[in-house]
């Protein structure tokens, strides 16, 4: 009767179940591995980046990228995490050599949304960065305000020729510009508003080995970051100074009984787009600029503009619109204190950021610093997190691999039902 039943039951044929099994392993171990190899990439460990985003505007941002070690990279960045087709290098670099930097300083262009996403990816193949999101401002109104500009030195006495200025207001408003040849021209026209004297602002330089000397002022004190700062010492000019009668600064003393300028000075080569023009003439008089600008093969174009002295006898101007990078020249027609006119001429170039500066600094009061000595300032300071990152990274898996363990069951099987089979 058994024998009989066994005999009339329905089997696979051999052939089939063998292809079927064959077929269920190898998709096994096609997910298997598959997920292994994911599971290895996700696994890579995520490099940490300080990242600043300063200059905000209406359709651009400067993003500061620090690291921990020296790296080259660039930075892309786009309106969602999955679209980041936009590329950025360091503005000191060239997009087929950029040089290893422990601070990189990208600057972004064309942003037409109002949140954006960037990574920075090193030609280092194994380093792997998060992604940070950041929102620019729209609709901004700039605002005329002078430029700040100063002078650093080291310690030996030597210009640094490279570096990071970066500057906080009002607690979350950030702007940076770069140093070249010890000097730095930092304009404000992106601040939100103008600051009082008694607003307190910080001053945050890095050099080129990523340390970071730090000033602290109050707006009125000014003119003394415009003096020398030497790099490793930590300055505080948050004193509100008292007025003495009859007090003038250096430059007033020098100016008055002349037409003169300030800046931009002679074959002066200045990193800024809107550049600060400044002067000397008899107080309360009119001040006429005409700002020339030469392209090669194309007749010059020119612009006027009127400013007023103010009653100290000193005149700025600042364009309220980007000048291309160019060859300009300056002219200005002013009248002294003996009602006599005059013209002075200056010629200038407009460079590609981080190129130049003005020149030399206006010296000012003085005022005595207070001076921390900490020459080994950390590269990367602790403080709250400036931007959102969104790490692309799983859970951490065992550690184990388990294709030998799967190719074993899987041979198991295929013996096991070979057996049954035959048998």
């Not at 503005?91 to 954006?116: A, G, I, M, V, W």
């Not at 310690?155 to 490279?162: A, C, E």
């Not at 020098?254 to 800024?272: Q, R």
């Not at 160019?326 to 950021?353: H, P, Q, V």
Request: proline residues 6%; neutral net charge.
């Amino acid at each position: 009767m058994y024998d009989r039943f066994y005999r009339d039951e329905k089997l696979i044929p051999a052939p089939l179940a063998l292809g079927l099994i064959v077929f269920l392993g190898l998709t096994i171990i096609f997910f298997v591995g598959n997920k292994e190899k994911r599971t290895g990439e996700n696994l890579k460990d995520v490099l940490s980046a300080r990242i600043e985003i300063t200059n905000k505007a209406a359709n651009s941002a400067t993003a500061i990228v620090c690291l921990a070690q020296k790296k080259s990279l660039h930075l892309i960045y786009g309106p969602n995490s999955d679209e980041m087709n936009q590329s950025s290098y360091d503005d000191r670099d060239l997009s087929t050599n950029p040089e290893s930097k422990y601070c990189h300083y990208f600057n972004l262009r064309d942003l037409k949304d109002n949140e954006y996403y960037m990574k920075p990816i090193s030609t280092e193949k194994s380093d792997n960065f998060a992604i940070s999101k950041f929102s620019i401002k729209q609709l901004m109104q700039s605002q005329k305000i002078t430029p700040l500009w100063g002078k650093l030195m080291k310690k030996n006495g030597d210009k640094p020729q490279t570096g990071i200025i970066l500057a906080r207001f009002f607690k979350t408003e950030k702007l940076s510009t770069l140093v070249k040849n010890g000097d730095w021209l930092l304009p404000l026209h992106y601040l939100s508003k103008i600051p009082s004297k008694e607003d307190p602002f910080e001053l945050e330089i890095i050099d080129d080995e990523g340390k970071s000397t730090f000033v602290s002022v109050i707006y009125g004190n000014v003119e003394e970051i415009q003096k020398t700062i030497v790099l490793g010492n930590d300055y505080n000019f948050t004193q509100v100074k008292s007025v003495v009668l009859g007090e003038e600064t250096s430059e007033t003393i020098e100016k008055l009984n002349d037409v003169d300028v300030i800046f931009p000075k002679a074959n002066a080569s200045i990193p800024s787009f809107r550049p600060l023009f400044k002067g000397a003439a008899a107080s309360g008089t009119l001040v006429t600029l005409e700002l020339t600008k030469f392209e090669a093969d194309i007749k010059p174009l020119k612009k006027f503009f009127n400013t007023t002295t103010s009653s100290d006898g000193i005149w700025s101007f600042t364009p309220q619109y980007d000048l291309v990078a160019g060859k300009y020249e300056l002219t200005i027609k002013a009248k002294d204190e003996f009602n006599k006119g005059k013209t002075i001429i200056r010629r200038f170039s407009i460079a590609k950021s981080g190129e130049s500066v003005l020149g030399d600094a206006t010296p000012s009061a003085q005022l005595t610093p207070t001076i921390f000595e900490e020459p080994t300032a950390t590269p990367l300071p602790l403080e709250e997190p400036t931007v959102e990152t969104t790490p692309r990274s799983d859970l951490p898996g065992s550690g184990i691999t388990i294709l030998p363990l799967t190719l074993i069951s899987f041979g198991v099987v295929i013996l096991g039902a070979m057996m049954i089979l035959i048998f």
